[in-house]
């Protein structure tokens, strides 16, 4: 809903009269199950345990549809995530309504069904790993907010919930998952629970299987038990295990998070510069808290060269922050010339042409294009408008005609790419395409039903 739409909603239900809301709202939860549902969770008393049981059949009823020979395929992976989300929203709904619990047990379902997908789901999409951000999200979002309402008794209630979900056998080979699912309900922790907890991470580490899988448990069991020294305020036993452990980067990242939320960033600074010099794997990750703490601390000049040592070890996300700094400092038309030829010399063809790309560098760009085909799919639309010529060569020779078998697929695959040709580039050329493909392979009746679909939406 837009603001427009918003403030035309508010100055309809202000100028209603009581009784008239009154009927609208009986008339519509009559036929609405889900505005029912809210309408008494706001208002009325909320039966939890029919509405987590309706929800437990929707989603298991979702997940056994799209389940064929007991896996879930990419598009099954999609749809099933779809509706854990809307899931997440309803839950957090009725947090803010008040039912806590009963929230949290909405979550923890969530991420249940989506720990037993982790093994048994084409998730290549990326839709199962956005659902799994979204739902921890929402358990940290929820802890935060009722810690200080909330009795030590109910923490305590809740954190065993997580606890049952944190032990499924699920989760076996996804240590960060599994670890999220208490990490992020740790603004409930007490020191009682925090003995409960830890049992717990043993407990799973004992059973995990000897490799990869016990050593990052051990890792995170780490973590765990620096972030609850740090969330029960107990700062010199949090510090002095940090820093017993701060060769582990990822104990080193925990001590760097919590000097930058405490505004020490003299010592964040420092530890990250330990770090650099002893953790080359891990150098992208200090630079980006370097960033964070140079912009907090306005050290213009520092934020400056670590973006530009970023920026040359081909990562090419630093290139706007690094752009807008020149430009507050006023010596980005300067020093632009410069960066752009050290660029050329030190980026990767990929790197250097999103570069040109970002700056409209059209001429050195179809250079690096003609240089690198397999960069022609991605700068076509940028280039077609002034060099349609050669570019109409080179997207026919790397990107319509880069299928080295013959089948349906690879046929789909060219038509799409011919209409993706069509949608920058010109219609007429698409259709001659097409039509010399079909001649030149009459022996192939599935290209030219392919292509003729694709056609026929030219």
Same mark, same amino acid.
């Given at each position: 809903?837009?603001?427009?739409?918003?403030?035309?909603?508010?100055?309809?239900?202000?100028?209603?009269?009581?009784?008239?809301?009154?009927?609208?709202?009986?008339?519509?939860?009559?036929?609405?199950?889900?505005?029912?549902?809210?309408?008494?969770?706001?208002?009325?008393?909320?039966?939890?345990?029919?509405?987590?049981?309706?929800?437990?059949?929707?989603?298991?009823?979702?997940?056994?549809?799209?389940?064929?020979?007991?896996?879930?395929?990419?598009?099954?992976?999609?749809?099933?995530?779809?509706?854990?989300?809307?899931?997440?929203?309803?839950?957090?709904?009725?947090?803010?309504?008040?039912?806590?619990?009963?929230?949290?047990?909405?979550?923890?379902?969530?991420?249940?069904?989506?720990?037993?997908?982790?093994?048994?789901?084409?998730?290549?999409?990326?839709?199962?790993?956005?659902?799994?951000?979204?739902?921890?999200?929402?358990?940290?979002?929820?802890?935060?907010?009722?810690?200080?309402?909330?009795?030590?008794?109910?923490?305590?209630?809740?954190?065993?919930?997580?606890?049952?979900?944190?032990?499924?056998?699920?989760?076996?080979?996804?240590?960060?998952?599994?670890?999220?699912?208490?990490?992020?309900?740790?603004?409930?922790?007490?020191?009682?629970?925090?003995?409960?907890?830890?049992?717990?991470?043993?407990?799973?580490?004992?059973?995990?299987?000897?490799?990869?899988?016990?050593?990052?448990?051990?890792?995170?069991?780490?973590?765990?038990?620096?972030?609850?020294?740090?969330?029960?305020?107990?700062?010199?036993?949090?510090?002095?295990?940090?820093?017993?452990?701060?060769?582990?980067?990822?104990?080193?990242?925990?001590?760097?998070?919590?000097?930058?939320?405490?505004?020490?960033?003299?010592?964040?600074?420092?530890?990250?510069?330990?770090?650099?010099?002893?953790?080359?794997?891990?150098?992208?990750?200090?630079?980006?808290?370097?960033?964070?703490?140079?912009?907090? =601390? $306005?050290?213009?000049? !520092?934020?400056?060269?670590? /973006?530009?040592?970023?920026?040359? %070890?081909?990562?090419?996300? +630093?290139? #706007?922050?690094?752009?807008?700094?020149?430009?507050?400092?006023?010596?980005?038309?300067?020093?632009?010339?410069?960066?752009?030829?050290?660029?050329?010399?030190?980026?990767?063809?990929?790197?250097?042409?999103?570069?040109?790309?970002?700056?409209?560098?059209?001429?050195?760009?179809?250079?690096?294009?003609?240089?690198?085909?397999?960069?022609?799919?991605?700068?076509?639309?940028?280039?077609?408008?002034?060099?349609?010529?050669?570019?109409?060569?080179?997207?026919?020779?790397?990107?319509?005609?880069?299928?080295?078998?013959?089948?349906?697929?690879?046929?789909?695959?060219?038509?799409?790419?011919?209409?993706?040709?069509?949608?920058?580039?010109? =219609? $007429?050329?698409?259709? !001659?395409?097409?039509?010399? /493909?079909?001649?030149?392979?009459? %022996?192939?009746?599935?290209? +030219?039903? #392919?292509?003729?679909?694709?056609?026929?939406?030219?």
């Amino acid at each position: 809903m837009n603001s427009e739409e918003k403030q035309s909603l508010i100055k309809a239900v202000n100028e209603a009269s009581p009784e008239g809301l009154r009927q609208f709202i009986i008339n519509q939860a009559q036929f609405d199950p889900a505005f029912f549902q809210d309408v008494t969770a706001q208002f009325g008393d909320l039966d939890t345990d029919a509405e987590f049981a309706a929800t437990k059949k929707m989603v298991q009823a979702t997940v056994r549809h799209n389940k064929s020979y007991g896996f879930i395929d990419y598009q099954g992976c999609i749809v099933v995530c779809n509706v854990l989300d809307d899931v997440i929203n309803k839950y957090m709904l009725r947090f803010r309504q008040g039912h806590y619990h009963h929230a949290m047990n909405g979550l923890l379902f969530v991420v249940e069904t989506a720990g037993k997908m982790l093994s048994n789901a084409d998730s290549s999409s990326g839709a199962l790993t956005d659902t799994f951000d979204r739902v921890y999200s929402a358990m940290k979002n929820l802890s935060t907010n009722i810690a200080p309402e909330i009795l030590d008794s109910q923490k305590q209630i809740l954190i065993k919930d997580a606890i049952r979900i944190f032990k499924r056998k699920f989760f076996s080979g996804w240590a960060e998952e599994r670890y999220k699912c208490i990490l992020n309900i740790l603004p409930l922790v007490t020191s009682k629970s925090a003995k409960t907890i830890m049992t717990a991470s043993k407990a799973v580490i004992k059973s995990t299987d000897d490799g990869y899988d016990t050593s990052q448990s051990k890792i995170y069991d780490k973590i765990l038990q620096a972030r609850i020294l740090i969330q029960l305020g107990q700062a010199a036993e949090a510090k002095q295990f940090m820093d017993d452990n701060k060769d582990i980067p990822q104990i080193r990242e925990v001590e760097i998070q919590d000097a930058v939320h405490n505004k020490q960033y003299q010592l964040a600074e420092q530890l990250c510069l330990e770090a650099s010099k002893q953790d080359q794997g891990w150098r992208r990750i200090w630079e980006k808290y370097l960033i964070k703490i140079y912009d907090a =601390t $306005d050290q213009l000049q !520092k934020q400056e060269d670590v /973006l530009e040592s970023r920026l040359f %070890s081909n990562y090419p996300d +630093a290139y #706007e922050p690094l752009k807008q700094l020149m430009q507050q400092d006023h010596t980005w038309e300067k020093r632009y010339p410069g960066l752009l030829a050290k660029a050329s010399k030190k980026l990767s063809p990929d790197n250097y042409a999103f570069i040109l790309a970002k700056e409209h560098e059209f001429a050195k760009l179809i250079k690096v294009v003609m240089q690198h085909p397999e960069l022609t799919e991605t700068y076509s639309p940028d280039l077609y408008e002034s060099y349609p010529d050669i570019i109409n060569k080179l997207y026919y020779q790397n990107v319509v005609m880069n299928e080295k078998y013959p089948g349906r697929k690879a046929y789909r695959r060219m038509g799409r790419r011919i209409k993706r040709y069509a949608e920058f580039g010109s =219609t $007429d050329t698409a259709k !001659k395409w097409i039509n010399e /493909l079909i001649d030149k392979y009459p %022996s192939r009746p599935a290209l +030219a039903e #392919e292509l003729e679909k694709i056609k026929t939406k030219l």
